[in-house]
């Protein structure tokens, strides 16, 4: 079974400047691992996913991670933020391949301040 | 392109009773799965529906079932609703054969559940 950790509730972040969300996990398998976004009263949108290859993975908004396996860990980076990406960001993960259950973390809030 | 469609998109429903919350997944894709979102917390897993057929479970009672129709779309069904069953449910498809540029879920905008 795999299981995710999201190390902080809530982000706040001045506009423009750099954010980093952490997320590890937990497995005696080799994982697939997801960022997901949610904005207010809406579904989960996907951010970036790592499968295989490269450890940097970009995604959709400027958004990327870095896959790390000796450390477990696969944390979620923007070098400048927006009002915009004000919004709670989930962690995921799964077993590789096939139609394995995600995962989730408990979420990080991203609060952008102007 | 459609993507994920669920309805309704609110219900309000009393102790005890049933409900019945449907999705429709993006076209191409043949696997549903079923999230239930608390408030402040994240997502977690109710089941999977492919081939008509639930695949996979988690750690919820037998009050939660589902159906998935030839078409693919899929219902959750909730009997002897409970207080704490208020949620979001969020409903998630996906083709894990379609290979890794596709791989994913695509989720839906959810049905807010609130049981009084």
Known sequence: AQSVTQLDSQVPVFEEAPVELRCNYSSSVSVYLFWYVQYPNQGLQLLLKYLSGSTLVKGINGFEAEFNKSQTSFHLRKPSVHISDTAEYFCAVSGPGGYQKVTFGT??????IP | DAGVTQSPTHLIKTRGQQVTLRCSPKSGHDTVSWYQQALGQGPQFIFQYYEEE????????DR?????????????????????DSALYLCASSNPDRGHRDYG??????????VV
């Open chain 1, 107 to 112: 979420g990080t809030k991203l609060q952008v």
């Open chain 2, 54 to 61: 639930e695949r996979q479970r988690g750690n919820f009672p």
């Open chain 2, 64 to 84: 939660f079932s589902g159906h998935q129709f030839p078409n693919y779309s899929s219902e959750l069904n909730v009997n002897a609703l409970l207080l704490g």
């Open chain 2, 105 to 114: 879920y695509t989720f839906g905008s959810g049905t807010r559940l609130t």
